[in-house]
């Protein structure tokens, strides 16, 4: 089970989703494809026709920047951020 | 008693501002759609729906929907999407139209989408493949982040599988047969750059039809006013009379077809009103002579813009006239333009503003 954290940006879109999110995924692409299953959506939020994560949407898994493609461990820690752009 | 409603996007959420039939004093309400830029925002009188356009740097491209004018909205961006494998992107979603329950949305790099369930899916209705300039616009060399895209589209209400879209840098094409082929509508514009081909690359910032004459349209383009009496097939140049050749919002009186308002802006880089004098401008001759109408508008260091969907005008016997400016605030008008009224400021940067007029 991953310990998945998501932007604020992303909770006010989608009733019920909450910032932090346990998934049992092997990968952050599954772990997306997870939460778009209860959240439908979602994936389209965060991820771009590919698919490949949005240019903003910066991943991080135990504090190393993720891809799609990037495995995940037992309790790993997946971090998404809607990295800055401007004012 | 008739509700008025203005819908105003911007660079942080829509606004929505009420008014009763008067249109004296106006209510505030928003930030809607979470603060994403909305580039778009229309109501659809048949089903009474409002949406919104709006393009998230993080979240990507949707159009918000409240079927409740304002009190609740959802998004959906499923199926507004290009097929991944073509190399196509869709960076943008420009450009609102609705009729009778159906609803177009133009988007960057060029192409239509729709939806006929309220919003809830869209498909790609066309990519103007083959036109004239499709060459350019579909060379991955011009693929987005640029300026390409559908930037407009207007439905003939009375023939619904009629429509004009324009395309950014390229020019304005119609259809008749609901998007499966298109004709460019371009003859007699002026162009002031090098054309690859004749029929098209041409920069129209604004098209308007007149609602008394279906056949008598005007634009605002990159360089010129122009009119056409054939519903586009023609067009000749009225810019003769207005302070620059250059502007992006235009209105079409709707009760007389010779009445037609513009906002000429600075054609460089600041394409603010010209000296930081605001003023609309008005023909009633169809373009043979223009007047000035600036009362009530900031006469001194008002460096505003007003970009191309950020004019519109109601449809009661005395005509209600608005503008939204790039610095936020909103402008009304009762008298058709004779005096205007400041309804909103510190307001985000406008990008759209439309009127609905609800009983």
């Known amino acids: 089970m991953a310990d998945l954290h998501l932007p604020g940006t992303l909770t006010p879109l989608f009733a019920g989703l909450p910032r932090q999110v346990d998934v049992d995924a092997n990968t952050v692409g599954e772990a997306i494809e997870h939460l778009d299953r209860d959240w439908p959506g979602l994936r389209d939020r965060l991820c771009e026709p590919g698919p490949l994560l949005r240019g903003h949407i910066h991943v991080y898994v135990d504090r190393e920047r993720a891809t799609l493609d990037t495995p995940l461990q037992l309790g790993s820690r997946v971090d998404v951020i809607a990295a800055i752009s401007g004012g | 008693m008739p509700r008025t409603l203005l819908l105003v996007g911007t660079r942080k959420g829509c606004f929505l501002l009420e008014s009763d039939g008067d249109r004296r004093d106006w209510a505030l309400r928003g930030p809607f759609c979470e603060g994403w830029p909305v580039y778009h925002a229309v109501h659809d009188p048949s089903t009474g729906a409002i949406y919104a356009a709006a393009a998230s740097e993080w979240h990507g491209s949707a159009v918000w929907k409240s079927p409740d004018l304002g009190e609740t909205w959802t ?15 869709l960076s943008k979603v420009s450009t609102l139209a609705v009729n009778d329950g159906r609803v177009l ?23 103007l493949a083959g036109e004239p300039g499709s060459d350019v616009w579909d060379d991955p060399a ?8 559908v930037s407009a589209l207007m439905f003939d209400t009375d023939e619904p599988s009629r429509f004009w879209a324009i395309v950014q840098g390229i020019g304005l094409f119609e259809t008749g047969d609901d998007g499966t082929s298109w004709a460019p509508r371009n003859k007699g514009l002026r162009a002031d750059w090098p054309r690859p081909h004749e029929d098209v690359g041409f920069c129209i910032h604004k098209l308007v039809r007149s609602p008394a004459d279906g056949d008598r349209m005007f634009q605002q383009n990159h360089v010129g006013m122009h009119r056409s009496d054939d519903a586009g097939h023609t067009w000749v140049e009225i810019t003769e009379g207005l302070p620059t050749e250059f502007g992006f919002a235009a209105a079409a009186h709707p009760h007389d077809r010779d009445t037609f308002y513009v906002v000429p802006l600075d054609p460089g880089h600041g394409r603010c009103m010209p000296d930081g004098h605001a003023a609309v401008w008005r023909t009633r001759d169809a373009g043979a002579s223009w007047q000035r109408l600036d009362r ?9 813009g007003v970009l191309r969907e950020a004019m519109a005008i109601d449809s009661y016997d005395a005509p209600g006239l608005y503008f939204g400016t790039s610095t936020g605030q909103l402008f009304a008008s009762t008298d058709e333009g004779e005096s205007w009224s400041e309804i909103a400021n510190y307001l985000p940067a406008i990008s759209s503003v439309e009127v609905a007029q609800i009983d």
């Open chain 2, 75 to 89: 998004l959906s961006s499923e199926g507004l999407a290009y097929d991944a494998d073509g190399g196509r992107k």
């Open chain 2, 105 to 127: 949305v133009g988007v960057e790099a060029p192409g239509i989408f729709e939806s006929r369930d309220g919003g809830a899916s869209w498909s790609v209705l066309t990519t």
């Open chain 2, 142 to 149: 011009n693929q987005p982040p640029g300026h390409l895209g």
């Open chain 2, 296 to 304: 009530g508008l900031p006469q001194r260091d008002a460096y505003v």
